[in-house]
Nanobody
Framework: VQLQAFGGGLVQAGGSLRLSCAAS????????MGWFRQAPGKEREFVAA????????NYTDSVKDRFTISRDNAKNTVNLHMNSLKPEDTAVYYC????????????????????WGQGTQVTVSS
């Protein structure tokens, strides 16, 4: 499956952005989806994940109650709504897909994702 992420940009602290990831090439509903981010000089880290069905989500603690992951299996897209952005959210954001047998499982480990998009830059100014 091919993934293309978009929607990043520059925003002031407290602002909002919506990232989207478009998938093509395979049956989208067969894949659990995740968002990861990588700040300069840091390792890529988990942000959020959503199950194949969309019923189950998981977030890293630092974004809980601020970010919302969602998916539209009919449109082959996964979104990340980011509110109350902070300077520490600045990073390149990547969407990722993993072949999943479980319809409602979510995974945070990046090594378990098989496909990655190219990344989109999010910069939050203070």
């Amino acid at each position: 499956v091919q993934l293309q992420a978009f929607g990043g940009g520059l925003v002031q602290a407290g602002g909002s952005l919506r990232l989207s990831c478009a998938a093509s090439g395979r049956i989208f509903s067969n894949y659990g989806m995740g968002w990861f981010r990588q700040a300069p000089g840091k390792e890529r880290e988990f942000v959020a994940a959503i199950s194949r069905s969309g019923d189950t989500t998981n977030y890293t603690d630092s974004v809980k109650d601020r970010f919302t992951i969602s998916r539209d299996n009919a449109k082959n897209t996964v979104n990340l709504h980011m509110n109350s952005l902070k300077p520490e959210d600045t990073a390149v954001y990547y969407c990722a897909a993993r072949s999943a047998l479980g319809y409602r499982t979510v995974v945070a480990e990046k090594d378990r994702y098989h496909y990655w998009g190219q990344g989109t830059q999010v910069t939050v100014s203070s």
